[in-house]
């Protein structure tokens, strides 16, 4: 079985260039208080609205053009609620979830999978206790022929 929270961590590190264009020329999707550079041709949807800034979000998804993978990105100014990443037990089975403490910083990771086999996800949810912050970074994809594609972005 793929260990889903080793390809969530690859797609987390610095994403390598789409076509040879380099990651500075992406578009820039600027949160509440994060920015990030997303793939050229992805669909970007803001989503839990931030309780720090009136207007601005604390989250976001980003769409493949084809719509077979989806990252998404939680990094609000303090904690919070990762709301929208969370499990819709209606629809979603555990495929597995593992939590550890080292220190102040909590890691929770967690894979899911659709009930009708549509699509999986995982995401790793990562809290630091001392400071009050939190960031998540998720992935959800139709099947593993999507993830291969957009895995280097």
Excluded: C
């Excluded at 949160?31 to 604390?58: C, H, K, T, V, W």
């Excluded at 220190?103 to 790793?124: C, I, P, Q, W």
């Amino acid at each position: 079985m793929i260990n889903h929270f080793l390809l969530l961590l690859l797609l987390i590190l610095p994403a390598i260039s789409v076509e040879s264009q380099p990651r500075t020329q992406w578009p820039k999707f600027k949160g509440a208080y994060f920015e990030i550079n997303y793939p050229p041709g992805f669909r970007a949807r803001q989503s839990l609205a931030s309780n720090s800034f009136e207007g601005q979000f604390d989250s976001a998804f980003f769409t493949a053009p084809d719509g077979s993978v989806e990252f998404y990105v939680f990094s609000p100014l303090w904690n919070g609620q990762p709301e929208d990443i969370e499990r819709n037990p209606a629809i979603e089975d555990v495929v597995s979830e593992q939590s550890e403490l080292k220190g102040a910083l909590k890691t929770r990771r967690v894979t899911l999978k659709a009930k009708d086999n549509s699509y999986l996800r995982s995401f790793e949810d990562t809290e630091n206790t001392e400071t009050n912050t939190r960031k998540v970074f998720g992935i959800k994809y139709k099947d593993q022929t999507a993830y291969s594609k957009y895995r280097s972005q």
